[in-house]
């Protein structure tokens, strides 16, 4: 039996993961400008971690996780999402002692039991942003700046988003006792999952995607209505500075988000025209999460996005990320096998000097190395001979003019080092 990938799951191949790198190369940059440090957590946590941290009530805890008893009988749990796990991270290992404000991020495989679909893997890759000990709403300005200015530099359109204030857990209980009430008339016409919810925890009732469940929610009370004056005014706030960094935003009223741990604000991003996994990235502020799983109050703002979707988007809109391996310099030997040998520790030699180097180790002819040299687009090539061992040097071939110079083999690396500086 021919034994495949697991369901949901993909391989990214050589031409795929060279245009990830060109993406992560881009979120690392902008890391470095914005002052966020890198944070590596481990693929599996104790499953409490994300019961406490998601919600209990949450789809994702409900219904898609992986967790598993190991050996020693207990319960683990392949991160569904990683913010709660950077908590965990941050207040175990005291990241609080080093400064007031700790800004970190994370790249990573997520793992969660969905229905495989278009834009939606049960192994996915998410980038995120968590943004520590800054209760201002301009943490949160820079966090969707961040996020906005990354996909404007993608070159992805039709971006758009929206945005929205979930209170805190002073105005929350009122308006979950609003919701109630709205939904009480229509549970009979609510789906299973949304009967299950309004038990736990009503707000999730407005994040559900079945039709019938959209339309009842359509006229269902708004969370911006019950705000309590400190909420409304940090909502205000963060809507100000979108306007002043000239980021269009809609106010969504019903966004809540798949997941309880959030406060204030709540945002996603959305390209209409990928379909109906339309949202690119989400996020939102969240001060209690920590207390929920250290006991130390902390507020905290942050987001993620899915790499995935990111290739959707672009490849929705017919662009690409141009990217290709990058080969310096190709070298040939031909003649005797001493010379290839020589040949391949020349490329050695050039590889420890920093010169991105090729070579096809197969006896082969001139014209058969030299068609090899022009399939890696390396503008020079080396070409090493009988005769110019004998000679103790190499040809320099420009590929591009179709020259080529005679070079000393102990003058090679300092020679082509000069060319591309």
């Known amino acids: 039996m021919t034994i495949t990938r697991p369901r949901g799951t993909n391989d990214l191949l050589p031409e795929q993961t060279i245009k990830w790198q060109a993406v992560e190369t881009l979120l690392r940059d902008m890391c470095q400008e914005y002052g966020y440090q890198e944070i590596r957590t481990p693929l599996f946590e104790d499953t409490d971690l994300f019961a406490r941290g998601v919600g209990d009530g949450t789809d994702i805890v409900q219904k898609e996780m992986y967790t598993f008893t190991d050996r020693s009988g207990r319960s683990l749990t392949l991160r569904p999402e990683n913010t709660a796990a950077v908590c965990r991270a941050y207040g175990e290992n005291k990241l609080y002692g080093l400064s007031k404000e700790v800004k970190l991020y994370y790249i990573g495989p997520m793992f969660r039991y969905e229905r495989p679909q278009a834009g939606r893997f049960r192994q996915f890759h998410q980038f995120g942003l968590e943004y520590f000990g800054c209760a201002d709403p301009m943490a949160d300005g820079e966090i969707i700046t961040f996020a906005w200015d990354f996909y404007r530099r993608l070159g992805l359109r039709d971006l758009k988003l929206l945005l929205n204030s979930v209170g805190c857990h002073q105005c929350r209980p009122a308006y979950r006792q609003a919701l109630s009430a709205y939904f009480q008339p229509y549970l009979d016409q609510l789906c299973g999952s949304c009967r299950e919810r309004f038990v736990r925890n009503p707000l999730r009732l407005l994040d559900c995607k079945n039709d019938a469940c959209m339309r009842i929610s359509a006229a269902a009370p708004k969370i911006t209505d019950y705000l309590c ?125 920093g010169i991105v180097c090729g070579m096809d180790y197969e006896d082969k002819s001139l014209k058969a190395h030299m068609k090899a040299a022009n399939r890696s687009g390396a503008p020079v090539a080396v070409v090493i001979g009988d005769d110019e061992v004998s000679a103790g040097g190499v040809q320099v071939k420009l590929m591009a003019e179709g020259t080529q110079t005679f070079v000393p083999e102990k003058e090679l690396p300092a020679y082509l080092l000069d060319r591309q500086a």
């Open 229 to 353: 004056d400190d909420c409304r005014e940090h909502y205000q706030q963060v809507k100000r500075l979108l306007q002043a960094v000239n980021i269009p935003f809609v106010e969504q009223p019903r966004l809540v988000r798949g997941l309880d741990y959030y406060t204030n604000t709540a945002f996603e991003m959305v390209v209409d025209s990928i379909g109906a996994q339309s949202a690119v990235c989400g996020g939102g502020r969240y001060d209690g999460l920590m207390e929920e799983i250290n006991g130390q109050s902390c507020p905290a703002v942050g987001f993620a996005l899915g790499m995935e979707r990111i290739f959707t988007a672009l490849a929705a809109q017919n662009e690409s990320i141009e990217a290709k391996q990058r080969v310096d310099v190709w070298v040939i030997g031909i003649g005797s096998r001493s010379t290839r040998d020589k040949a391949f520790a020349i490329t050695a030699a050039l590889r420890r000097a």
